[in-house]
């Protein structure tokens, strides 16, 4: 498990340019010897909407995740994280506020490379800060591995939990009368478990 004692503040990896209103807290470098080394995850700047495109996109025409448009994504940039590796993208992430106390996890995605190795886990957990850090009282999301979701201390819910979601968004989707996605939710007023580091 990554606890807080494995967080540090800043980042020595070259990045792409941040918008400069994003809180610095949000910044986060995650060190695991036995993964990928130095996972470097940022908020995601203008510069970075092709490549999280690009990687949804990717996943999404496998059937993993579903598609964001380009112009979707520029739009909610600020809701983006970047994670990096020696200063190259390998995955995204957006928290996207839903109401006073309830945020969104969307788009967590991982270049094919770098599956398995603490990634997608480290994105998660900036998440999670940055919720703890707006004092939100619950995390969520709509997901095809929500095995994953459960290593890194989210339960199942039913998507009826969150009606922000269904009859704003979930309502407009194609797939909302077969919808095969399942909702998993982190309760954020117990402790910080953290995240274990090997998952993907």
Known sequence: MLGPSRLRRG???PAAAVDSTHDAAAVAVLHDAGTVGVICVQPAGLADAEFIHRLVTFWADRGDMLHRPLQEVYESIRDF???RVKGEP???VALHIMGPDLAEIR???VVESHQGQGVGAALVHACVEEARRLGLARVFALTFR???FERVGFRRANVLEFPQKV???CVRCPFFTDCKEVAVVLDLAGPDLGVPMASP
């Open 11 to 13: 980042c020595s990896q």
């Open 81 to 83: 994280k970047v994670a």
């Open 90 to 92: 390998v995955g995204c």
């Open 107 to 109: 788009s967590l995605a």
């Open 146 to 148: 929500p095995g994953f």
């Open 167 to 169: 009859w704003n968004e």
